[in-house]
């Protein structure tokens, strides 16, 4: 068992105000394996007024410095590479062979991404008499889920410090393995005191404070819908900006000449992989209903291949659930479409026979599946896919865009020419055609619950970013 016991705070590890402590439990044995400070008003009272005093230095430093202190940091990211990568899977139970391309490559290029568009702040934009002149918002809260950690913390750190702000990173309760890495890497390149801060608490305690703090003047959330409205709540005095990245619930519309088993199985390894946590992932089915039956055979099909077990043997390729509760959150939902009338196909309620310890669910596959079901409708982040008919391309557009959600969307057509127009009519912030793959370029946002901010791409930068306007030039 590993024990932290100081947050990193104005460049030094220091001793919490409190006393408690909170356990992080390994979801593929359930034992206790790591233990971290439980941070109090006081704690983020130090870090928010270390990275106030550091904020007029770092915000004025010339770009290239901190192009520089990023890289620094990706290649020092490279270089502890399997540490990020176990910390996944220890703490999430990404199996061991998987964990390194989903969790640990992609935050790598997105430091690296943001650290060449350092250089952007430093651009004016004429516009007649008008300069548009570009400045750093300020101290930045960073609060970040256990599903995608490093991905979500640098998805928000890397563009915050590029535009020259200061932050205070709180990990999910579950993951802050890769927070401690990251602020020893930030130590080793040598980011001035103050500018990277890090505690770890709990949410629903400190992250009211953070989101109401008179001296930052940003958040950005990613996590459930729930918590992300509390947080938008909680900072309205403050009239700070709120940038919330939440649920989905996301459609993959498959139509009548596409190639079945290929996007059938496009859909299936998207839901399945990293246990179904993933946001964004496509967990309604959207097919024919002369092909359903033949959809729903090949999807039990392909997640039978799925090999559940211990994340850190390299044949496994699904690991447990984040959590015992996750776990049982999980398992209401699949209890609820046998309920609702859903038909089951493959998976279910109880968990595998081979596995004694742990958090798993099988990989389930639900299809007659109706839009006004539960499971139709509410995020169940977990291996659970929902397979669902439709008549006309109308009927199917209008059932995608039949939820609260709009985070994501992915269309599986004959060819690009015939997906482009139904991703048009979609409401989701992204959509990918036939196996389009993620893209730093990509702003990654949701419409409707899904929230209100972008990550990744220019818009990602433009997050942390306060536009200013000199006119008279
Ligand atoms: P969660 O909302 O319970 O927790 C997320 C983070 O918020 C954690 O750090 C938690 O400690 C903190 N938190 C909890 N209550 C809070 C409060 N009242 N005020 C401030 N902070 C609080 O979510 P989760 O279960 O950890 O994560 C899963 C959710 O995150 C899913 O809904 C998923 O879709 C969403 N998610 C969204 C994106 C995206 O980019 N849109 C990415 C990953 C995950």
């Not at 040598?190 to 001296?215: C, K, Q, R, W, Y």
């Not at 969307?409 to 015939?418: G, H, K, P, T």
């Not at 009519?425 to 730093?440: I, P, T, V, W």
Request: hydrophobic share 40%; aromatic share 6%; glycine share 10%.
């Amino acid at each position: 068992m590993q024990h932290l016991t100081h947050f990193y705070i104005n460049g030094s590890w220091q001793a919490p105000h409190g006393s408690e402590r909170m356990e992080v439990v390994d979801p593929a044995t359930e034992a206790p394996c790591v233990s971290v400070p439980r941070a109090t008003r006081e704690d983020i009272d130090s870090a928010v007024h270390a990275a106030r005093q550091a904020l007029p230095t770092w915000a004025a430093t010339p770009a290239s410095q901190r192009h520089d202190l990023l890289m620094a940091a990706a290649k020092e990211m490279q270089r502890r590479y399997g540490e990020l990568r176990d910390a996944h899977v220890l703490t999430m139970g990404c199996p061991v062979d998987t964990a390194g391309a989903l969790h640990v490559d992609g935050p790598i290029e997105g430091m690296q991404y943001y650290a060449e568009r350092a250089g952007r702040m430093e651009e004016v934009e004429q516009k007649g008499s008008v300069s548009l002149v570009r400045e750093p918002i300020g101290v930045c809260a960073l609060i970040n889920p256990w599903n995608y950690p490093l991905h979500q913390l640098i998805g928000k750190l890397a563009p915050a410090l590029a535009a020259g702000c200061t932050v205070v990173a709180k990990p999910a309760e579950q993951t802050p393995l890769q927070d401690f890495i990251m602020a020893e890497i930030f130590e080793e390149v040598g980011l001035p005191a103050g500018v990277f801060n890090l505690v770890t608490g709990v949410g629903s305690e400190i992250g009211p404070v953070m989101a109401g703090h008179s001296d930052i003047d940003m958040i950005s959330f990613t996590g459930s819908t729930r918590a992300g409205v509390q947080v938008a709540e909680h900072a309205a005095p403050t009239v700070k900006r709120v940038c919330q990245e939440l649920g989905g619930k996301s459609p993959l519309v498959i139509t009548e000449g596409a190639d079945l088993e290929a996007a059938v199985r496009l859909g299936v390894e998207n839901v399945m992989a990293n246990t179904g946590q993933t946001c964004d992932a496509f967990t309604r089915m959207l097919v024919p209903r002369a092909l359903q039956q033949d959809a729903a055979a090949l999807a039990g099909q392909i997640a039978r291949e799925q090999v559940l077990g211990d994340p850190k043997r390299t044949d496994t390729t699904m690991g447990p659930l984040v959590s015992e509760r996750q776990k049982s959150i999980v398992r209401h939902f699949i209890q609820r479409g046998l309920e609702e009338g859903a038909t089951l196909v493959e998976g279910g309620v109880d968990g595998p026979d081979h596995l004694s310890h742990g958090y798993y669910v099988r990989p389930t596959i639900f299809t007659d599946v109706t839009n006004d079901m539960e499971i139709a409708q509410e995020e169940i982040f977990g291996p659970v896919l929902c397979i669902l008919g439709y008549g006309s391309l109308d009927e199917a557009i209008e059932i995608a865009n039949d939820t609260v959600y709009g985070l994501s969307s992915a269309v599986y057509a004959r060819n690009v020419d015939e997906a482009l127009p139904i991703a048009r009519r979609l409401k989701a912030g992204q959509c990918y055609l036939q196996d389009a793959e993620f893209s730093f370029d990509a702003p990654f946002g949701g419409y409707k619950h899904s929230g209100n901010g972008r990550e990744w791409g220019e818009e990602g930068l433009l997050e942390y970013v306060e536009v200013k306007s000199i006119v008279g030039t």
